[in-house]
């Protein structure tokens, strides 16, 4: 028997998972993500517009810094989730690699707004950057979105029926 033989360890123990369930956390999670992501949208279509036509790049730039607010507040609220969730405010086993890439996305979108405060970067290199923050959340969100499934297929692994259904 070797290493690709054991079983996986689950994404919740039932603890964590009775923990995630109660939380508010994860409501604010759920509600936080799609708001992120359809501002993400927006804010990709501004910047792709100023790269190409050379217009509305103080609209860009702006969603992109609107953009960058909502990723804050998702990590800050998400880190509290883990915390309530599994007792740590970062990189529990479970959300390993899914903090780690978070952790390169939360750099570029700093780096964007560090260089749009100092003047650092001239308009399309800024715009450039904010792709390349946005290539990682996308790459991120994926992650998350891959571990939401895993967590739902885990949890009707786990069902357990109630009386009335075993009987049918």
Do not use: C
């Not at 910047?47 to 036509?53: G, I, K, P, Y």
């Not at 804050?72 to 899914?98: C, H, Q």
């Amino acid at each position: 028997m070797g290493p690709g033989d054991q079983p996986a360890r689950p994404l919740y123990t039932p603890a964590e998972r009775q923990r995630r369930d109660a939380s508010p956390w994860t409501l604010v999670q759920g509600v936080l993500a799609p708001v992120q992501f359809l501002i993400f949208l927006v804010s990709l279509a501004l910047v792709l517009r100023a790269l190409a036509t050379g217009q509305g790049q103080e609209a860009a730039e702006a969603s992109v810094v609107v953009k960058t607010l909502a990723l804050y507040a998702i990590m800050i609220t998400g880190s509290i989730w883990e915390k309530a969730v599994f007792g740590r405010w970062l990189f529990a086993p479970a959300f390993y690699w899914e903090d780690v890439v978070s952790m390169l996305v939360l750099a570029l979108h700093t780096a964007y707004l560090a260089a749009l405060g100092t003047s650092a970067l001239g308009n399309q290199a800024l715009l450039i950057l904010a792709l390349a923050a946005y290539a990682t959340y996308v790459i991120n969100a994926g992650q998350f979105l891959l571990k939401l499934r895993a967590a739902r297929l885990e949890g009707a692994s786990t069902h357990q029926p109630h009386f009335a259904e075993a009987l049918s």
